[in-house]
Nanobody
């Protein structure tokens, strides 16, 4: 069974930086896509950034401030968040589409980590 474990959220002042980490654990897996979504109170979950292995896509609101990277050897992805704004405050969820022998294309989610940006 695939599990995604996130870390790195917290409280930061505006213009500060944070790094989120996500690692996928399971036997015999390959990461197809890996990225981050976020959900602010009263709003729908939205894509922040995703690394497909061929391209990196970002929400317009974070372009130029956030950077996603992945380490396939470690089945991990990282989100470097710079110049944080109060409107970036949300629960951030790691997402991955993963190949396993029993499930060639499965979507998985982390438990979420809170990011709070104070003004």
């Amino acid at each position: 069974q695939v599990q995604l474990a996130e870390s790195g959220g917290g409280l930061v002042q505006a213009e500060g930086s944070l790094r989120l980490s996500c690692v996928a654990s399971a036997n015999l897996l390959r990461v197809n896509r890996m990225g981050w979504y976020r959900q602010a109170p009263g709003k729908p979950r939205e894509l922040v950034a995703v690394d497909t292995g061929r391209a990196k896509n970002y929400a317009d609101s974070v372009k130029g401030r956030f950077l996603i990277s992945r380490d396939d050897d470690k089945h991990s992805a990282y989100l470097y968040m710079n110049e944080l704004k109060p409107e970036d405050t949300a629960v951030y969820y790691c997402y991955a589409n993963i190949w396993t022998p029993s499930r060639p294309s499965g979507d998985y989610w982390g438990q979420g980590t809170q990011v709070t940006v104070s003004s």
